[in-house]
């Protein structure tokens, strides 16, 4: 499923003091089975991302294509086939999580998208598997849950109806390093196993690196830069627009000024290889 | 596109009415209750709603939020229409009545706007300060009325939230006509009601760790100082009191 993003700009409190305007004439595209990574700080514009590809906000100038289905502030015929074919993981999972319980926050999507009803049990369980918790938890109370196990659930209850995009906010904010490894591994299995497209909406270049194909920068709502992984090994570039290089970046660059041949990777393993054979 | 036009929000820009005292604001509101219950004059009515529109131009809070307000309350105004032609009252005595409530809602919307949480708790517990002589528990009393004022914004917020979520698993709101829009409203409220009290709670606990302690008097908040601007408004407000006294002929 391509997506597309035409001259898009996005407003908020159009007409009042505070009108803030988050994407400038946009425009992208996002080929279908990449990983591709939106990076930019907090007012870049990358938040509301999500919301316009899922149909939830509308653009105020432009249109967003998303398959056969079109976003231009027009109703949207049949909209859950839409939705059911893009999953967005939002920022903060209580903005998500609305149920009572782990049951019924996961099988609500079946529900209404009435996907595989008969399975609803066995689907819970593999939803929750494959974010790494155990089926105890189906029947425990969202509210009793910790900040990474709600993160977790709001990934399963988008992953439980098997959509052909997955759009993950700010997944690693509040996240152990080990959690971190665990999704890389996630990201890389639904892309190479299941085929999924995943777009991935963050500041964190330190993970963006370790995962993405595709690099577009924005910068107070503009799309400044776009490529593929490479461009991350551009240190000046992303300070310039508030980024922070990735360390493993930092360390090649600090090596090549010192003379030492080091070739870029996002392979810590491959990177000790290197550092091993330059040392010899 | 959410906005903050919900009543009982804060809407944080700078204006002169944002910058005025939360004390004074609240005696306002006391002087401001008097003729709106005991005056039937409809000229009073006129010249205070104008005197309310001066303000809200004032806020530097959008009209269409206030107009919002009353669009939204159509048909509240359209029973009370009915109410009043079936008690048989004159014309003018509906209009008044009409005014009252308009400028009742305006007047509320207007202090709401323009005070932020900690300011409304600060500027009733201070108001109601005089009852402490009779050893009322005040920081109670006004958590609790804070915490009904925000009940109404934090009700919209979330309900937005959970719209959104449902939306994105099948339960579309956002692209649905009138009758799926009440249907997917009356399948999320409970879930709605729900959060917002737990949010309240939240709410509530969050200001007592920020040392609100409802058994005890509450230590000063560094406020706006009363200045020029809160005397001229409670004087227009002194004012207004006297016309009523003047109408029922006390003097």
């Excluded at chain 1, 499923?1 to 400038?24: A, C, Q, R, W």
């Excluded at chain 2, 509101?29 to 005056?39: A, D, E, V, Y």
């Excluded at chain 2, 009252?100 to 300011?119: C, G, H, M, N, V």
């Excluded at chain 2, 709605?192 to 609100?212: G, Q, V």
């Amino acid at each position: 499923m391509d997506i597309s993003f035409n001259n898009v700009t996005y407003k908020e409190n159009i007409g009042t003091p505070l009108e803030l305007t988050h994407l400038k004439n946009f425009s992208c595209k996002i080929n279908s089975g990449e990983i591709t990574t939106f990076l930019g700080d907090s007012l870049s514009g990358i938040k509301v991302i999500g919301n316009l590809i899922n149909a939830i906000d509308f653009p105020y100038i432009g249109t967003i294509k998303i398959g056969k289905f079109q976003n231009d502030g027009k109703k949207i015929k049949n909209v859950n086939t839409l939705r059911m074919n893009v999953g967005h993981v939002k920022k903060n999972p209580n903005d998500m999580l609305f149920n009572k319980t782990v049951r019924g926050e996961l099988s609500f999507g079946l529900t209404y998208f009435k996907y595989k009803l008969n399975k609803k049990d066995i689907r819970c369980t593999e939803a929750l598997k494959l974010v790494g918790l155990t089926e105890d938890y189906l029947d425990r109370k969202i509210n009793s849950l910790s900040l990474t196990e709600k993160k977790k659930i709001a990934l399963a209850s988008i992953l439980i109806f098997n959509p052909k995009v997955i759009i993950l906010e700010e997944p690693t904010i509040g996240v152990s390093s080990k959690e971190k490894e665990e999704l890389k591994k996630l990201i890389k299995l639904l892309k190479e196993k299941y085929k999924k497209t995943v777009i991935i909406l963050t500041k964190d270049t330190d993970f963006a690196y370790a995962v993405a194909e595709k690099v577009h920068i924005l910068y107070k709502g503009t799309l400044v830069s776009s490529g593929t992984r490479d461009l991350m090994n551009d240190e000046t570039l992303l300070n310039t627009y508030g980024l922070k290089a990735p360390e493993i970046v930092k360390f090649i660059s600090l090596a090549q000024k010192k003379n030492i041949n080091l070739s870029y990777t996002n392979n810590i393993l491959d990177l000790i290889k290197e550092v091993y054979r330059n040392a010899k | 596109m959410q906005s903050n036009k919900y009543f009982g929000s804060f809407y944080p820009v700078e204006s002169s009415i944002h910058k005025l005292n939360p004390i004074m604001k609240f005696i306002c509101l006391f002087l401001f209750i008097i003729p709106m219950i005991g005056s039937m004059s409809l000229k009073l009515h006129i010249v205070i709603l104008f005197f309310i529109f001066m303000l809200i131009y004032s806020s530097n809070v959008p009209l269409k939020f206030y107009l919002d307000m009353l669009y939204g309350l159509r048909y509240i105004y359209i029973i009370i229409l009915f109410s009043l032609a079936s008690k048989g009252l004159s014309l003018e005595e509906a209009l008044v009545i009409l005014i009252k409530f308009t400028s009742i809602i305006e007047y509320l919307a207007l202090i709401f706007y323009t005070t932020s949480p900690s300011e409304l708790k600060y500027g009733i517990e201070k108001t109601l300060s005089p009852f402490n002589l009779f050893n009322f528990n005040l920081g109670k009393v006004s958590n609790t009325i804070v915490s009904i004022i925000r009940f109404f914004p934090l009700l919209f917020t979330t309900e937005y939230n959970v719209l959104k979520s449902a939306s994105e698993r099948g339960l579309d709101y956002f692209h649905s006509d009138i009758i799926a829009r009440i249907n997917v409203l009356i399948s999320s409220f409970k879930n709605t009601l729900r959060l917002t009290l737990e949010k309240i709670k939240k709410e509530s606990f969050a200001s007592e760790l920020r040392m609100y302690k409802i058994t005890k008097f509450r230590t000063n908040l560094r406020t706006n100082p009363i200045g020029f601007l809160d005397l001229l408004i409670t004087a227009v407000h002194i004012v207004f009191i006297a016309s009523y006294v003047i109408e029922v002929g006390i003097i």
